[in-house]
């Protein structure tokens, strides 16, 4: 594959993300206005929610255990390190296991039918850049 070192026209970034909002616009005009009654159509709603919401939780189950490996790494890595380093460290870990627990209050309420879109997103972001930054440091 060729790959270009020249700056993207940033036309062309606005014509994909405009071409992706029409796509969602159309998908969703398409589904009000399909030939089904309402009640099937608030059924295909709830099911496709649903089905959001079950790929959130198995994300999140992922990235748990993803944490649970990394704080083992850290844990493991930490006997090694100065007093400043693995006070660094101590942090860094905090702040993971800080995430993991939300991760589980967010999957908690997954469960319960409670958790909104946007809180499923940040708690996916939120876990994967704890992991991501634990491991960084323990590559130091």
């Known amino acids: 594959m060729f790959v270009s070192n020249k700056k993207q026209n940033p036309g062309v970034k606005r ?3 405009t071409g ?3 796509a969602a616009a159309g998908y969703v005009a398409g589904t009000l206005l399909a030939p089904k ?3 099937e159509t608030r059924k295909d709603i709830r099911e496709a929610a649903k089905r959001r919401q079950a790929d959130a939780e198995k994300e999140l189950k992922r990235l ?3 944490l649970d490996k990394v704080m083992q790494q850290a844990k493991k890595q930490g006997n090694n390190l ?10 860094l870990v905090a702040k993971t296991k800080e ?3 939300k ?4 999957i908690g309420a997954i469960r319960k039918g409670d958790a909104e879109d946007q809180d499923l997103k940040r708690a996916i972001k939120n ?6 930054h634990l491991k960084d440091y323990l590559k130091k």
């Open 15 to 17: 014509l994909a993300i």
């Open 20 to 22: 992706g909002i029409a």
């Open 37 to 39: 009654s309402g009640k």
């Open 64 to 66: 748990q255990v993803e």
């Open 82 to 91: 100065s007093a400043k380093a693995q006070k660094e460290l101590n942090v």
């Open 99 to 101: 995430s993991k627990e």
């Open 103 to 106: 991760t589980q209050e967010i």
């Open 127 to 132: 876990a994967q850049a704890s992991i991501d």
